[in-house]
């Protein structure tokens, strides 16, 4: 039930509406009042708030979930990127919420029911650090985020006692697309509260009732604002929207555009050393505007980084690009005439943190794709000319950690105190001279470690087609064999006498030329006998000028025990006789049996054989040399495959050749 008192200072009207309000500041001389039973008592005048450009105002209404809220009460707070906002919201239902109001970012926020964490211990705030992962709401949260923010002011109804300089140690938490925060302003070594909620659109809360003169936030662009630098005076334009940099171009020293105080400067020799002006900014100079796939976007911001690696500095630049219309920011990122577009992910799972520290070189799966970890290395900020969103300091150095699944390249940054995921994509350098009709860009130098391989999709399109000609060339030569083969010329048993003689099959007319002559030999009778061979020689004999050509067959029938019983009998043999000319032709049989096993041979008085001559069908020396033929595309594009990624896992922790020593 709301509660109505009158302000000792100044006789005003001062309301309490929310059951869970303790604290109110009169709007007219800013008294702090704490609300008790028998009463209020004075606390004195609450500090006074820091001009911004928030729409937003104490009485401001809207929807959330299509439940109503009012605005009733605000916390200012401060930390080293600046200013945020705390608005305290009041349901129709007399619940309370709060929406965070951070960077043109708006998060909406709930007090966590006990039940959620009950007998969850967290951790004191020193003991937390990026990456910690906890369990509670059906989801596993990451901390991303420690700030030891401090509040500047209040305003309006507020559920606990704050002023001017209060410590609000917080940390923020993530889980997908949830966000949380555990709030340590009640002592850092007490548990803390537990905020659970989401990151949401502002326009889709249906506001009313906002802070007149001020524009509701569709996009990062605001009215320009003439700086000049602190240090050597140069002129420094301030045009968007959250801005808590802007660097130099003529020093390269760092300001902070609220106080006007210099975050970080750069010495010449290092100035020199960067190159800076020659290179990042003449690739993609700030102002520039492009329509990059399907968005406007506007070059706001230049920051140049480099590794070391054994001695030697690797420099790359990142270009901050604001939508324009729209909330957001993006990034190019440009290393030896590679480009990739990236973002900050709103669906970060913490699954990838909990993958990470389990085996951080190992692979991430994200979105449906599998990453493979790239390379670990400390990125230093060398140079940096624009606006940014965030106080970005010259000198201050991040661990990354690279996952590759070309085109895409999924980073996780850490510092001290943050932990954040960025996620980029490949593009062209002609696509992006185009976006932002820029002159002619350097051509990409090297294998970019998430450059899409030109070698993928071909070797990919080549064993396809090889696949499908194979097939037809298969079908081609069993159809051929069908469609040439003839009826036998040579269809009879024939009998091996024990004595060896020579037999005759019955001779046979060719009326022309056959490329190929089948001769087919199936014997039964070694079957009736154990471990011994028996080799036929044919002699294809024409009985009109006594041509002679020969072959072999060997038959062999052969069983033992070897961890179980086991039989081999080999009764089927074929011979081809080549390119027989025509004419009158006859088999004449000779064979020779196993000499250490003449008793069982003994037992034998004549052995029978099976034999068929025909002509043979499709040579199946043409069908492998067809797919020899068709395979060497294949083969090539599958090692220039090889051979890219070779070249790209070459740049990174894991080679796929290992260097070698010169002394090796």
């Given amino acids: 039930m709301a509660r109505t008192t009158v302000c000792p200072s100044c006789g005003a009207s001062v309301t309490f509406r929310a059951a869970a309000s303790i604290l109110a500041v009169c709007e007219y001389c800013r008294t702090t009042l704490i609300n008790l039973e028998e009463g209020v008592e004075n606390l004195g005048k609450?500090?006074?708030?820091?001009?911004?450009?928030?729409?937003?105002?104490?009485?401001?209404?809207?929807?959330?979930?299509?439940?109503?809220?009012?605005?009733?009460?605000?916390?200012?707070?401060?930390?080293?990127?600046?200013?945020?906002?705390?608005?305290?919201?009041?349901?129709?239902?007399l619940r309370t919420g709060w929406l965070s109001e951070a960077g043109g970012e708006y998060m909406f926020s709930f007090l966590a029911d006990s039940s959620v964490h009950s007998g969850r211990a967290f951790p004191s705030f020193a003991g937390l650090k990026p990456g910690d992962m906890f369990t509670f709401d059906k989801s596993e949260w990451t901390v991303s985020n420690l700030e030891r923010a401090k509040c500047v002011a209040g305003e309006g109804e507020l559920p606990f006692k704050v002023g001017g300089g209060y410590p609000a140690p917080v940390a923020d938490l993530r889980a997908d697309t949830r966000m949380a925060t555990l709030d340590y302003s009640e002592g850092e070594d007490k548990p803390p509260l537990l905020f659970i909620g989401e990151v949401v659109d502002f326009s889709s809360l249906k506001w009313r009732n906002l802070r007149a003169g001020i524009p509701i936030p569709t996009g990062p662009k605001t009215p320009a604002r003439a700086l000049r630098c602190t240090h050597c005076g140069a002129p420094l334009e301030l045009k968007h929207e959250g801005i808590l940099a802007v660097a130099c171009a003529q020093c390269g020293s760092v300001t902070d555009p609220e106080t006007g105080t210099i975050i970080s400067r750069l010495n010449k020799m290092r100035r020199r050393r960067a190159n800076f002006n020659k290179t990042a900014l003449a690739r993609l100079p700030l102002g520039k505007v492009g329509k990059l796939r399907g968005e406007k976007l506007e070059a706001i911001g230049c920051m140049q980084r480099f590794m070391t690696v054994e001695g030697v500095d690797y420099r790359w630049r990142e270009y901050l690009l604001a939508r324009v219309g729209q909330p957001g920011y993006r990034w190019l990122i440009e290393y030896d005439g590679h480009w990739s577009l990236a973002d900050t992910p709103g669906d970060v799972p913490s699954a990838l943190n909990a993958a990470y520290f389990k085996n951080p070189i190992g692979k991430l799966?994200?979105?449906?794709?599998?990453?493979?970890?790239?390379?670990?290395?400390?990125?230093?900020?060398?140079?940096?000319?624009?606006?940014?969103?965030?106080?970005?300091?010259?000198?201050?150095?991040?661990?990354l950690d690279d996952y590759v699944a070309p085109p895409l390249l999924l980073s996780r940054e850490a510092t001290g105190k943050e932990i954040s995921w960025s996620i980029a994509e490949y593009l062209p350098h002609t696509e992006i001279q185009q976006a932002f009709g820029l002159e002619k860009l350097q051509s990409p130098t090297g294998v970019y470690a998430n450059q899409p391989s030109p070698w993928q999709e071909r070797a990919r399109s080549a064993w396809f087609a090889f696949g499908a000609f194979a097939l037809i060339a298969l079908c081609l030569y069993l159809a051929l064999s069908q469609l040439l083969r003839s009826e036998p010329y040579v269809r009879e048993n024939v009998y091996l006498l024990q004595n060896g003689e020579a037999v005759l099959s019955e001779p046979f007319t060719l009326t022309q030329k056959v490329s190929a002559l089948h001769v087919s030999g199936e014997t039964q009778a070694l079957g009736s006998l154990d471990n011994t061979w028996l080799e036929l020689s044919l002699s294809l004999i024409n009985e009109q000028d006594g041509d002679v050509r020969y072959g072999d067959m060997e038959f062999s029938h052969y069983s033992g025990w070897d961890d179980g019983a086991w039989d081999e009998n080999i009764a089927q043999r074929k011979l081809v006789f080549r390119d027989v000319p025509p004419g009158t032709w006859r088999l004449m049989l000779e064979h020779t049996v196993d000499p250490?096993?003449?008793?069982?041979?003994?037992?034998?008085?004549?052995?029978?054989?099976?034999?068929?001559?025909?002509?043979?069908?499709?040579?199946?020396?043409?069908?492998?040399?067809?797919?020899?033929?068709?395979?060497?595309?294949?083969?090539?594009?599958?090692?220039?495959?090889?051979?890219?990624?070779?070249?790209?896992?070459?740049?990174?922790?894991?080679?796929?050749?290992?260097?070698?020593?010169?002394?090796?």
């Fill in 365 to 399: 799966s994200y979105r449906g794709q599998t990453f493979k970890h790239f390379q670990h290395y400390n990125a230093t900020v060398e140079y940096v000319v624009g606006e940014f969103t965030w106080r970005v300091k010259a000198g201050e150095t991040s661990a």
């Fill in 46 to 93: 609450m500090a006074a708030l820091v001009e911004d450009n928030s729409p937003l105002c104490l009485g401001a209404q809207g929807r959330y979930r299509k439940a109503h809220f009012t605005v009733v009460g605000r916390i200012q707070l401060n930390h080293e990127q600046g200013f945020w906002n705390e608005w305290f919201l009041l349901f129709d239902n």
């Fill in 596 to 664: 250490l096993q003449t008793t069982q041979w003994q037992q034998v008085s004549e052995i029978p054989l099976s034999l068929v001559v025909h002509k043979g069908g499709a040579s199946s020396t043409n069908l492998w040399i067809l797919l020899l033929a068709l395979v060497i595309w294949p083969l090539f594009a599958f090692l220039g495959r090889m051979s890219f990624e070779i070249r790209r896992w070459a740049e990174s922790d894991h080679p796929i050749v290992q260097p070698v020593d010169d002394d090796e």
